[in-house]
């Protein structure tokens, strides 16, 4: 119905026409899911620092693989950015520095794995939806996204109630989470680079321990401060070369 209301339907026909388009738009959605899956095995088996520490590795595997894949040239800014932003991830997490004595259980090994492999479903994720975002409009790709992830996962909601006290989460969700903040997502790809993405990436954390602040009273400590300082201080970089 989104499709048709906005004159979007045309660009079904176009994928009909080109098989590579088609097959890559039917990945986004099997990647979506295998990124999501991979990232909540993390948080499960793991703690929550190193679940999320393995899961922005997806800003270096598209370092490494969008030279192949998109041609994208990687500025030495790029790695810079990468080293200063995983930096600021690692302090603000409070993960274990270089000496430190880490023991894993193998739940734990499993937990750490799942999530990297998560980062490098969204690596791929990233680089697809660079690869097709100025060919069709974003309101199209998160479209053809939101269906097919529901067609899939259809058969795991069956029996699960309901309940108008859920509704609202359940909206919200829907609109905010799963269509406006994708939309925005895919349509900033026009104007940036994969890497350049993937390393704005590191903003969510930023975003997560400012909102807690406002929300939740939550008050950040001395080493979140430093690593979103170190963060923030990697987007500007990123944004100032972008706009060179």
Not at 7 to 23: E, K, L, M, P, Y
Not at 30 to 48: D, G, H, Q
Not at 106 to 114: M, N, P, T
Request: net charge positive.
């Amino acid at each position: 119905l989104v499709l048709l209301s906005t004159g979007q339907i045309r660009n079904v026909i176009r994928t009909d026409n080109n098989s590579r388009d088609f097959f890559l738009l039917m990945l986004i959605p099997v990647l979506f899911v295998v990124n999501t899956f991979l990232f909540f095995f993390a948080f499960k088996n793991t703690t929550i620092a190193n679940a999320v520490m393995t899961h922005y590795t997806a800003p270096i595997f598209v370092a490494l693989l969008a030279p192949f894949f998109l041609k994208e040239r990687i500025l030495k800014v790029a790695w810079l950015a990468i080293l200063l932003s995983s930096i600021g991830l690692w302090s603000m997490l409070g993960a274990p520095f270089f000496g430190d004595v880490v023991s894993l259980s193998d739940s734990e090994r499993q937990g750490i794995i799942a999530g990297a492999l998560s980062g490098l479903a969204y690596a791929f994720l990233i680089l697809i939806i660079r690869g097709i975002a100025k060919k069709y409009s974003s309101l199209f790709i998160v479209c053809v996204q939101n269906c097919l992830v529901a067609l899939m996962l259809l058969p795991f909601i069956a029996g699960i109630p309901l309940t108008l006290q859920a509704l609202p989460y359940i909206l919200i969700l829907g609109i905010v989470h799963s269509t406006i903040a994708p939309f925005l997502y895919v349509q900033g790809f026009h104007s940036v680079k994969a890497n350049e993405a993937a390393i704005l990436g590191y903003l969510e954390p930023v975003g997560a321990v400012i909102l807690a602040l406002i929300f939740l009273h939550e008050v950040p400590g001395l080493k979140a401060l430093l690593g979103g300082a170190l963060i923030l201080y990697s987007g500007f970089m990123i944004l100032r070369s972008a706009r060179a």
